[in-house]
């Protein structure tokens, strides 16, 4: 049975145009949002204070990532380059030029290593750049010390596998690569997508990680080996998708295709956030909000609470009930 909740969501309200991505700090003390507007906001979690804004970016930032100790702030955007920032100060550390946007990108587990990867436009291929940032030369000089084309398709989100040693990559057609950071080689790669991969994150330990697609289902996969281990249906497609860090649980954001979008009634933010079982590929809740699809979603590393981030412009942080905790999948 269906009892109403009262998970009153802390509305964040700093970006003129639609999230693109979120992401917490390891404490989640902080959590970082970028949108389509050129800004990354860093917020307090806890109550939805904004901390402040990491500016120089003159495109869409599409990516946005933090490192281990909450050192540094890095984004990536539509102006062709990735910039890094001194989270505390706000001050520019690193900017990297590109020749196309960037698409996704993160630091690796010891915050040393960045990786980004660059759109396929405008003649140019899609390449996945590896830079180390303890080397000044590599930045000053804008030199990779290693750059891999992706020649047939483009990456449209990519992770750090675990201890840094590889990068997990999703593409436009829904293929599943692995890279080496070493040597930047293809190590693995499996299909199991119909349609392009929207969104990949990893689970706490990082062995495992969901894909969203716009397939309109969600994959669970092993870290390692690549093995496709659950499959989570919708009726749409599937934007973003992430692992809670402590309960059997995944929750799933996407919506309508954007044609279909203006035929429903807009006075009810209906995008709904969507929770399944991890082990049952069951769904068991709900949670309404937004005005427009779901691009980016995450759980606090406490598993207490989690944020997603529309295209209605709002980072929504709902922290769960005492229902939630107490609920126990039959079987």
């Given at each position: 049975e269906q009892r109403p909740s009262n998970m009153k969501p802390i509305l964040l309200q700093g970006h003129?145009?639609?999230?693109?991505?979120?992401?917490?700090?390891?404490?989640?003390?902080?959590?970082?949002?970028?949108?389509?507007?050129?800004?990354?906001?860093?917020?307090?979690?806890?109550?939805?204070e904004r901390l402040g804004t990491y500016i120089g970016h003159t495109g869409a930032v599409?990516?946005?990532?933090?490192?281990?100790?909450?050192?540094?702030?890095?984004?990536?955007?539509?102006?062709?380059?990735?910039?890094?920032?001194?989270?505390?100060?706000?001050?520019?550390?690193?900017?990297?030029?590109?020749?196309?946007?960037?698409?996704?990108?993160?630091?690796?587990?010891?915050?040393?290593?960045?990786?980004?990867?660059?759109?396929?436009?405008?003649?140019?291929?899609?390449?996945?750049?590896?830079?180390?940032?303890?080397?000044?030369?590599?930045?000053?000089?804008?030199?990779?010390?290693m750059k891999v084309a992706v020649n047939d398709s483009k990456i449209t989100s990519a992770v750090w596998g675990p201890l840094g040693e590889f990068v997990i990559a999703g593409l436009e057609t829904g293929e599943l690569l692995q890279f080496s950071a070493k040597s930047g080689e293809v190590i693995s790669k499996a299909k199991e997508h119909t349609k392009q991969i929207n969104d990949i994150q990893t689970s706490l330990d990082l062995t495992m990680f969901i894909t969203a697609s716009k397939d309109n289902t969600a994959k669970l996969f092993d870290s390692a080996t690549l093995d496709h281990l659950k499959t989570f249906r919708t009726e749409r497609p599937v934007n973003s998708a992430a692992i809670s860090p402590n309960a059997e649980h995944v929750v799933l954001g996407g919506g309508q295709e954007a044609m279909d979008v203006t035929t429903t009634s807009t006075r009810i933010g209906k995008f709904e956030a969507?929770?399944?079982?991890?082990?049952?590929?069951?769904?068991?809740?709900?949670?309404?909000?937004?005005?427009?699809?779901?691009?980016?979603?995450?759980?606090?590393?406490?598993?207490?609470?989690?944020?997603s981030g529309g295209e209605d412009g709002y980072v929504r942080i709902h922290h769960f009930d005492p229902q939630y905790f107490e609920f126990e999948m039959e079987f």
């Amino acid at each position: 049975e269906q009892r109403p909740s009262n998970m009153k969501p802390i509305l964040l309200q700093g970006h003129e145009r639609s999230i693109t991505q979120i992401k917490y700090n390891r404490e989640g003390d902080l959590v970082f949002s970028c949108a389509k507007d050129t800004v990354v906001n860093a917020w307090y979690s806890l109550n939805g204070e904004r901390l402040g804004t990491y500016i120089g970016h003159t495109g869409a930032v599409w990516c946005v990532d933090v490192d281990w100790d909450t050192k540094q702030v890095l984004a990536g955007s539509a102006d062709n380059s990735c910039r890094i920032w001194d989270c505390e100060t706000g001050k520019q550390m690193a900017l990297f030029k590109t020749s196309s946007a960037v698409r996704t990108g993160g630091f690796d587990f010891s915050g040393n290593i960045v990786m980004f990867t660059t759109d396929k436009q405008m003649g140019y291929s899609c390449y996945v750049s590896f830079f180390d940032i303890r080397d000044p030369a590599q930045i000053s000089n804008n030199e990779p010390y290693m750059k891999v084309a992706v020649n047939d398709s483009k990456i449209t989100s990519a992770v750090w596998g675990p201890l840094g040693e590889f990068v997990i990559a999703g593409l436009e057609t829904g293929e599943l690569l692995q890279f080496s950071a070493k040597s930047g080689e293809v190590i693995s790669k499996a299909k199991e997508h119909t349609k392009q991969i929207n969104d990949i994150q990893t689970s706490l330990d990082l062995t495992m990680f969901i894909t969203a697609s716009k397939d309109n289902t969600a994959k669970l996969f092993d870290s390692a080996t690549l093995d496709h281990l659950k499959t989570f249906r919708t009726e749409r497609p599937v934007n973003s998708a992430a692992i809670s860090p402590n309960a059997e649980h995944v929750v799933l954001g996407g919506g309508q295709e954007a044609m279909d979008v203006t035929t429903t009634s807009t006075r009810i933010g209906k995008f709904e956030a969507r929770f399944f079982h991890l082990s049952f590929e069951e769904e068991f809740g709900r949670v309404k909000g937004h005005f427009g699809p779901i691009n980016s979603l995450t759980y606090h590393p406490d598993g207490k609470s989690y944020s997603s981030g529309g295209e209605d412009g709002y980072v929504r942080i709902h922290h769960f009930d005492p229902q939630y905790f107490e609920f126990e999948m039959e079987f």
